[in-house]
């Protein structure tokens, strides 16, 4: 069965920013662009060396803080400031140096962790990971309104929907910290009948609240969408990642497959404009029930 709709799939990661204006937001993030560039090329040329001990501080404006702290930290690991196997700084030392929160500090992490630019050892801390040439990333943008229009065609059975401690990397991701759980919502997704993805949906306590069951058995409608409602505002943009996987013991059941079929993982965290994470998503997908489509065109005025 083929899901996909038009421009929705080449969906990836759509920076904004509070109270700013989408051309100011773009116009910001292009020159940042521009400077890692620049910036990059004078470290590898060697006519900028790095200090490791230079605090730097980092300005607060339309470019997300812990997107800043993420692409100083990834031109200082492609300069072999920090070279394959050193260990990073603490947080708490990231934090001093930055003058930023444990959560930015956290979300960058993430952020170089999903690219395989660092790697984790509990109880140890964050290193840099060995040079491998096997995993080529690509970002997309496209739009979240267009993506979310294709949920119409999709059928979600509530499974359940409880309180819970959710997994390390989608508690970074929705600035969970210490002793707070999460509200965990379990569904299957189908189309005529057969199953397509089965989906976990978490959210911060704060928000999870608000919820009930009632309200998430709406078929047809995005779950962000009732969240959406019950906050009164409307989230601004996500982040995505897609990647393979494994069915696994829970999901390969409510699929019908194996728990070692391959399936395709969608990771995906819905922000307000504030940069507040309200939501995060992972689905399985069936991989013989669910594909992305990508239009690549040519810009007008580019013949």
């Known amino acids: ?3 996909s709709g038009r421009g929705s799939s080449n969906f990836g990661i759509d920076f904004a920013a509070t109270g700013c204006a989408i051309d100011d937001i773009g116009d910001a993030m292009t020159s940042h662009a521009r400077l890692g560039r620049s910036l990059m090329r004078a ?3 060697g006519t900028i060396q790095l200090d490791s001990s230079l605090d730097m501080k980092l300005a607060h404006g339309p470019v997300p803080l812990y997107h800043q702290l993420e692409q100083d930290l990834r031109m200082r690991i492609m300069a ?6 050193d260990l990073l700084p603490t947080v708490e030392n990231v934090c001093e140096r930055y003058g930023v929160s444990r959560i930015t ?3 960058a992490f993430e952020a170089l962790l999903a690219d395989g630019l660092i790697v984790r050892k509990r109880g140890v801390g964050s290193f840099v990971a060995e040079c491998k040439n096997d995993l080529r990333s690509i970002q997309l943008a496209g739009s979240l309104d267009e993506f979310l229009s294709t949920a119409e065609l999709l059928h979600s059975e509530l499974l359940g929907f409880a309180r819970c401690d959710p997994p390390p990397d989608l508690a970074v991701a929705l600035e969970i910290e210490g002793t707070e759980t999460a509200k965990r919502l379990e569904l299957i997704s189908t189309i005529n009948g057969e199953p397509v993805g089965y989906l976990e949906i978490y959210f911060p306590q704060a928000v999870g609240e608000l919820l009930c069951e009632e309200d998430l058995r709406e078929s047809g409608i995005p779950v962000i969408r009732i969240v959406e409602r019950k906050l009164g505002v409307n989230v601004m943009r996500a982040e995505q990642f ?5 069915a696994g013991a829970v999901a390969g059941p409510h699929l019908g497959l194996a728990a070692n079929d391959p399936v395709l993982r969608v990771t995906r965290v819905y922000f307000l404009a504030s940069g507040r994470p309200v939501e995060a998503v ?22």
């Open 80 to 85: 072999h400031e920090f070279a394959p196997g």
């Open 1 to 3: 069965m083929r899901h």
């Open 282 to 303: 992972l689905v399985r997908y069936h991989p013989k029930r669910y594909r992305y489509t990508i239009d690549f065109v040519v810009p007008d005025g580019i013949a």
């Open 43 to 45: 470290i590898l040329s």
């Open 105 to 107: 500090v956290r979300r």
């Open 242 to 246: 897609i990647e393979s996987d494994r």
